[in-house]
């Protein structure tokens, strides 16, 4: 026999629990439950239940009691993008990539008091394991998702422009896997703004090439050059929106650059994932030739 999902929706009363159970070969007696349920005094948990072998009434009655709900767990890492989460939801088996894409883009109103102006849901998606229901429309999903970002973002204190220590955070994120570097790499978009230095970030000229579905996993020069909004080689200031969600970590980075003078940072080849910072061109050149040394 073969595993079953049987959906109990909100409001059943037993008799009609009992009625889908029995239409889904689930307990042989709808009379059973009704008697189980009255000796009990249980009230039943909605939701998706997996039912893989019959099982005696008692036992079903058990698992509706204590909500033993069927769940798929969605694992979003810190820094993924709405492509990337897009594609995760797929993999998990929760519906089809590009349906999800869609929503993540227009479902916006999630997020229109934070954030009026934004054209998706981008930054707002909170990385964490989620345990979701097989059936579960992808607003739903996404509601959670944001729901977890407020929760978070008030646990920080996050007030004032949250858009943009949001997309400052993004860029934090993918600039550096190592945690102990982001209030050093915010300090450094932080000295490069109050200058009027362009942030020249790559993940945002990635992140341009992803909307305009033209990445294939390169930056080419061109790409430096093109025309867009997060082209941050072309244009000062931040992005106009995050370009992934960030974690926790990159979020305080955001709120408390540490305080530095450097104004440049690259991989450091020789300390895995590390940065090396540097306060001028010159410097930094070093770095970024002996970061080509280490790659070769």
Do not use: W
């Not at 229901?133 to 422009?161: S, Y």
């Not at 200058?195 to 080419?220: N, Q």
């Not at 960030?246 to 020789?270: E, R």
């Amino acid at each position: 026999s073969r595993a079953q999902l049987v959906t109990i929706t909100a409001g059943s009363s037993v008799a009609q629990i009992a009625r889908t159970l029995k239409q889904n070969g689930i307990g042989r007696s709808r009379y059973a439950l009704d008697a189980i349920a009255r000796m009990q005094h249980g009230t039943l948990k909605a939701g998706v239940y997996r039912f893989d072998h019959p099982a005696p009434m008692l036992s079903v009655y058990q698992r509706l009691r204590i909500g033993d709900v069927y769940t798929i767990a969605l694992t979003i890492p810190e820094g993924y993008n709405i492509f990337d989460i897009a594609g995760a939801v797929e993999k998990a088996g929760l519906g089809p990539r590009d349906a999800f894409l869609s929503a993540e883009q227009q479902d916006t109103a999630l997020i229109r008091d934070i954030e009026p102006q934004a054209a998706s849901l981008e930054g707002y998606l909170f990385p964490d394991t989620y345990l979701l229901a097989p059936n579960m429309p992808p607003e739903q999903i996404l509601g959670e998702m944001v729901d977890h970002f407020r929760h978070e973002a008030r646990e920080l204190g996050l007030t004032g422009n949250i858009p943009s220590t949001v997309t400052m955070a993004s860029l934090i994120e993918r600039e550096t896997p190592v945690a102990s570097d982001r209030p050093m790499v915010a300090s450094v978009f932080a000295n490069r703004l109050a200058k009027g230095m362009s942030l020249d970030t790559d993940p945002s000229v990635i992140y341009a090439a992803l909307l305009e579905k033209r990445y294939h996993g390169t930056i080419y020069a061109s790409d430096l050059k093109a025309e867009s909004p997060y082209n941050t080689y072309l244009h000062t200031g931040l992005p106009p929106g995050p370009i992934c969600n960030p974690g926790i970590p990159s979020l305080k980075a955001a709120m408390h650059p540490a305080t530095s003078s450097f104004l440049y940072f690259v991989s450091d080849p020789s300390n895995e994932g590390h940065s090396r910072f540097a306060t001028t061109l010159e410097e930094h050149e070093k770095n970024v030739a002996a970061y080509r040394k280490g790659e070769k």
